[in-house]
């Protein structure tokens, strides 16, 4: 059994009518979009200035490569991409708008040529791929100056060029693939090098104990190796330097606002107990909104090492809190201990907010970070309530806070549950019909759709459903493939022919 290196399109579909189906895309993404700028729509380049995951733009401008080297707080690819932009560019907003619009024509492209590769047919994915482009959530993180919106970009890179590569076999694929994985790491502090390892290593033990093609799975393996060595280096660099292995020093910080639940008496009738420290007390639930100042006595900080403006300053240009200063690399440590302490001091209750988390997860990603939308809100307010209705709106849930809401969150998991569970039946099954590829697509799908909800859920909270955003493509895409190899499988048993599928059936 092995994957097909035949190279015929998606859906055996002619030329002109797949190149007719990507240019109606683009002309229709412009369309919506210029809609969407008439009627009030605008780009949001405001967080520029006080972003906690962004350095001082002043610094980004003017000392961009020391700054990176020394930023700790992040992955650096997209602080690096603001700063080349505020360097070249006499009108920074206008070009990052230019950038995001640019990703978003490629991210609806990408989406055309995976269903396209999965095997639908043309005028099915246009229209398929045109109803994603008007996704409301969609359009808002296009116009909002945030690493979310590049994060669904590499995402869908990924994707798309997994599919090629099971397609059409060429090695500058499974390189590309490799490649936006990387792009997303150094995005995202949450696809540790961790994540790649793991995906790298299932993904070619798949193909080398189950598809048993070998040579295939060296190559996927060989090729891993274009994200893992970088993203090993700048784990070494930021042990070398801050003391940490990993791509952000805030994992501490991020699992003490998961964990703590406890209110100011609370914390401090702990902390005499000795299971937190006064460090936790300070904390609180406020860790992401004061100084480092608010932590650290003067004199403490002196002690702190330092070695450049971006993590020696307190405060940006801008007046904002620096959370790149080194200081926050020691209060992370801090209150890594301090969290842990309290998943052993109360389990149950850790065992409960992350199912809160899990929750929060399924919820419209759109509400994420609302203060920065309401105008741009506004706009697509119509469009939302048609999208919201969709995504289980029509359950009545208006808000996080309904009861109702675990009634939802069980209704959507039993959804992941379904298409999880026929991935991983289709995974395991001996008759192929031809469909080693789109298995390997989908287990792919699987990893990170899983994965990026599982951590989220496990070490985060507030903000789960931005985190599930990029991912939602995956999902989709499992879907698609899964309809797909259902439909394969049942013409396959009825000695059907289908054209056009994934590859052909091996003897």
Known sequence: MMINPQKPSGSNTPLWQT?????????????????????????????????????????????????????????????????????????PSLSYEILFHTAGIIVCLSVYGILSYLGINW?????????????????????LLYYSYFEVLFVSLSLFFLIRWCREKKIADVLLFWASLLCLCGI???????????????????????????????????????????LTALCIKNFLVF??????????????????????????????????????????????????GTYYEESELKNIPCHHPADCNQFKSTGYPNFNHS??????????????????????QFIFYTLGSYSLTLWHSSDSVHALLDNNMEVVKKLEKIYRFLYFGFLGVESKLDKRMWERTIIITILFMMVYISTLIHALRRDDCGLAGIKLFCLFCFVIHFYTIAVSSIIE???????????????????????????????????????????????
């Open 461 to 507: 909270f507030g903000e789960n459903n931005r985190f599930r955003f990029p991912v939602d493509m995956a999902f989709l895409a499992m879907t698609a493939g899964n309809i797909m190899m259902w439909k394969r499988v049942w013409n396959y048993r009825l000695k059907i022919k289908v054209p056009g599928s994934i590859s052909n059936r091996n003897a």
């Open 19 to 91: 190149t007719v189906g990507g240019v109606a895309i683009v002309l229709a993404f412009i369309l919506e979009r210029l809609i969407f700028l008439i009627n009030g729509g605008a780009f949001v380049a405001k967080p520029l200035a006080f972003a906690m995951q962004y350095l001082d733009p002043l610094l980004l401008k003017e000392d961009l490569a020391q700054s990176l080297f020394y930023l700790h707080s992040q992955p650096p690819l997209f602080n690096g991409f603001l700063g080349v932009v505020l360097k070249l560019s006499s009108t």
């Open 188 to 230: 995202r502090s949450v696809f540790h090098p961790l994540f790649i390892l793991a995906t790298s290593i299932s993904l070619t033990s798949y193909l080398w104990f189950w598809i048993k093609d070998k040579q295939f799975a060296k190559t996927l393996f060989l090729a891993s190796l274009l994200a893992l060595a970088p």
């Open 243 to 292: 003391g940490f292995f990993g791509t952000s020093s805030w994992d501490g910080m991020n699992l003490w606002t998961k964990v703590n639940g406890f209110a100011p008496e609370q914390l401090e009738d702990l902390h005499n107990r000795g299971i937190v420290s006064s460090l936790a007390v300070k904390a609180e639930l406020r860790t992401f909104q004061q100084p480092i």
């Open 123 to 143: 005028v099915i994915s246009f229209f398929i791929t045109v109803v994603f482009m008007l996704n409301p959530t969609l359009i808002l993180y296009e116009h």
């Open 327 to 348: 200081g926050f690399i020691a209060l992370s440590k801090q209150l890594r201990k301090d969290a842990r302490a309290l998943i052993l001091y109360d389990p149950a």
